[in-house]
């Protein structure tokens, strides 16, 4: 029996279906991971954006604009003469010692400085450690066993969870970053 032509078609359409297949799998695979690749670079981003532009705890979210007029323009206001480090202070309690006022270790019956008090005065911890930035939650009764851990050991910023302060790790003072 001769095969014919509608039998040579079904071969043919047979190979185009599976050079097709082939070519559609390739295409999904490369777009996976341009979709990998672009979910990373979103992260690492997000993590530069976020140590750059915000400060959070367990009760107080700020965003604020950089320095970079490049990145965020030019401050309309005069938002810089008033917090000249660009973030709200975190509260503190004042208490009296031999030297003066000072910051002390233990926030318990003590009175709290408010926040014109605490822009004006530049006062030392009273305590060992030292700490950059004042953390909200390192006054925070049912959160300031959690503090040491989930601030940053190489910037000291504050992050609200051990996973993100690895995460800035990683992304922000590794030397293979994805840009």
């Not at 390739?26 to 976020?50: M, P, R």
């Not at 509260?91 to 014109?116: C, F, H, N, R, W």
């Not at 450690?129 to 006054?139: H, S």
């Amino acid at each position: 029996m001769d095969p014919g032509p509608s039998a040579l078609n079904n071969n043919t359409t047979t190979t185009t279906t599976t050079t097709t297949t082939t070519t559609t799998t390739t295409t999904t695979t490369t777009a996976a991971a341009a979709a990998t690749t672009t979910i990373t670079k979103y992260v690492n981003l997000h993590v530069f954006y976020s140590s750059n532009h915000v400060r959070q705890s367990q009760y107080f979210l700020q965003i604020v604009k950089c320095c970079d007029p490049l990145c965020c323009g030019e401050f309309r206001s005069n938002w810089m003469s008033v917090f000249p480090t660009r973030f709200i202070p975190g509260s503190a309690p004042i208490a009296k010692s031999d030297k003066g006022p000072v910051i002390p270790e233990t926030p318990a019956g003590q009175d709290y400085m408010s926040l014109m008090q605490r822009l004006v005065l530049t006062l030392p911890n009273s305590g060992q450690r030292k700490i950059r930035d004042m953390q909200y939650n390192r006054l925070c009764p049912n959160v300031s066993n959690k503090v040491e851990a989930s601030t940053c050991p190489k910037c000291a910023l504050h992050f609200l969870s051990v996973a993100s302060v690895r995460r800035q790790i990683r992304t922000v003072f590794t030397r293979k970053q994805v840009r």
